[in-house]
C-alpha cells in the first residue's frame, strides 16, 4: 500500500501567519492527492483536490501544490477557525489511504 | 440535500461480530464512490473499505480483509459493512463517507458516525 508521511506532526503559528504542511508519499501518486480538516468533534471535511483544486466553497487562502511524491498545503495567513488537524488521502491505488495528519496549533 | 446517517454501532466482545449501516438520502448511491473509514479515539483517519462508482468491486484495508464485508442495498439506498472476528484495534467511530463526483474517490460528504467498542 501506499504510505503517506505528513510533517511535522504539530505547527504551532499565530493568527496572520502562513502555515506550510507537507504529505511524503512512499511511490508516486501523480496528483491524486487530496487534503482535508478535522476539527473536534466533527467529520473531515475536503479542502484540496487532485493535488491543487479548492472544493467547493473554501476560502483562496487554502491552497495546495505537488505531483510525484511531495506535496504542499499552504494557508496563507492562518483565521482563528483554520486552528485544526490536516490529513492528506490518496486514490492513486487500492487501498486508498490518509496521512497520519498535521495539527495546526495556536502558539 | 445530501445526508448520511449511520447506525449499528455498539459495545461488543472480541471475536463478536456488528453490521453498520449508512442510509443515504438526497442522491443515488450507486452512482457515486462510497467508502467507510474509521478513527480510533484520539487518533488519526483510516480508510476501511469501499466502492469505486457503479463498480461491484469491494476494496478492503489489509487491517479487515477477510474479517469485514462491505455491500450496498439499491433498493433501500445503504451501505452496510458487516464486521466479523472483531479485535479491540478495531475500536473506532466508522464514518460513512461519498465521493463529490462519480468514480472519483475524494469525499465531500460525512455522516457524524458511528461508535464502535470491542471489549470484554
Known amino acids: 500500500e501506499i504510505v503517506l508521511t505528513q510533517s511535522p506532526a504539530t505547527l504551532s503559528l499565530s493568527p496572520g501567519e502562513r502555515a506550510t504542511l507537507s504529505c511524503r508519499a512512499s511511490?508516486?501518486?501523480?496528483?491524486?492527492l487530496a487534503w482535508y480538516q478535522q476539527k473536534p468533534g466533527q467529520a473531515p471535511r475536503l479542502l484540496i483536490y487532485?493535488?491543487?483544486n479548492r472544493a467547493t466553497g473554501i476560502p483562496a487562502r487554502f491552497s495546495g501544490s505537488g505531483s510525484g511524491t511531495d506535496f504542499t498545503l499552504t494557508i496563507s495567513s492562518l483565521e482563528p477557525e483554520d486552528f485544526a488537524v490536516y490529513y492528506c488521502?490518496?486514490?492513486?491505488?487500492?487501498?486508498?489511504?490518509f496521512g497520519g495528519g498535521t495539527k495546526v496549533e495556536i502558539k | 440535500e445530501v445526508q448520511l446517517l449511520e447506525s449499528g454501532g455498539g459495545l461488543v466482545q472480541p471475536g463478536g461480530s456488528l453490521r453498520l449501516s449508512c442510509a443515504a438520502s438526497?442522491?443515488?448511491?450507486?452512482?457515486?464512490?462510497m467508502s467507510w473509514v474509521r478513527q480510533a479515539p484520539g487518533k488519526g483517519l483510516e480508510w476501511v473499505s469501499g466502492?469505486?462508482?457503479?463498480?461491484?468491486?469491494?476494496y478492503y484495508a489489509d487491517s479487515v480483509k477477510g474479517r469485514f464485508t462491505i455491500s450496498r442495498d439499491n433498493s433501500k439506498n445503504t451501505l452496510d459493512l458487516q464486521m466479523n472476528s472483531l479485535r479491540a484495534e478495531d475500536t473506532a467511530l466508522y464514518y460513512c463517507?461519498?465521493?463529490?463526483?462519480?468514480?472519483?474517490?475524494?469525499?465531500?460528504?460525512w455522516g457524524q458516525g458511528t461508535l464502535v467498542t470491542v471489549s470484554s
Open positions: 466502492f469505486s462508482g457503479s463498480g461491484e468491486t469491494p
Open positions: 511511490q508516486s501518486v501523480s496528483t491524486y
Open positions: 438526497g442522491f443515488t448511491l450507486t452512482s457515486y464512490s
Open positions: 487532485d493535488a491543487s
Open positions: 488521502q490518496q486514490r492513486r491505488k487500492w487501498p486508498l489511504t
Open positions: 463517507a461519498k465521493s463529490f463526483s462519480g468514480s472519483y474517490n475524494w469525499f465531500d460528504s
